[in-house]
């Protein structure tokens, strides 16, 4: 009725090959499992990262010049609100890409292309021309139509792009926000 088993306290050393190394432990597989994984992981953070941050000098800075358009669609006297496309879209961005800002063309000739952003947070402002007046909807800001500060939270006037005119195309630099060291 009862055969006895025999527990043998180690394997077999015929089963299991050359036996001169030591057996691994678990314990030890998977601490270098679980360093590979993070190796791996760890790269696929760091790439995207690096040439984020790589990029703007490989292309010159976080602005390039801009197209507007023809001059001529700007009448002198008179604010108009424009779009170009970041120079720095990616493919995920759809229309967000599309950044509007304001045209003004001067009486002397020269053109004026303010930011559309509000300078108190980031709200959109808009021109108003009967007032003359560029006005934020958030907070009630409020800039006169050279862009200067009027009235409101706001703690400067709107920010400027620098702009040109180039192979008959009004052209700014654009890209991120302009601020002030940028805008003088």
């Not at 180690?10 to 679980?34: H, I």
């Not at 190796?39 to 292309?59: M, R």
């Not at 424009?82 to 002397?108: E, K, Q």
Request: glycine fraction near 12%; aromatic fraction near 14%.
């Amino acid at each position: 009725m009862g055969e006895q088993f025999e527990y043998k306290t180690a394997p077999d050393p015929a089963m299991m090959g050359d036996p001169s190394g030591p057996e691994p432990s678990r314990r030890g597989f998977l601490f270098w499992l679980g360093a590979a994984l993070n190796v791996i992981v760890g790269l696929l953070i760091a790439v995207p990262v690096v040439g984020y941050i790589i990029s703007p000098w490989k292309s010159g800075g976080w602005q390039k010049w801009t197209d507007l358009g023809d001059p001529t669609r700007y009448p002198k006297g008179q604010t108009r609100l424009a779009t170009y496309i970041n120079p720095f879209r990616t493919p995920w961005d759809g229309y967000l890409a599309d950044t509007p800002c304001y045209v003004r063309h001067m009486d002397s000739g020269e053109f004026v292309v303010f930011a559309i952003n509000c300078t108190h947070l980031g709200c959109p402002v808009r021109w108003f021309p009967e007032s003359r007046l560029f006005m934020c909807p958030c907070h009630g800001g409020v800039y006169y139509a050279d862009g200067s500060h009027a009235a409101g939270p706001p703690p400067r006037g709107l920010y400027k792009y620098q702009t040109r005119i180039k192979d008959g195309q009004l052209q700014i630099k654009a890209g991120r926000l302009p601020t002030l060291q940028q805008s003088a």
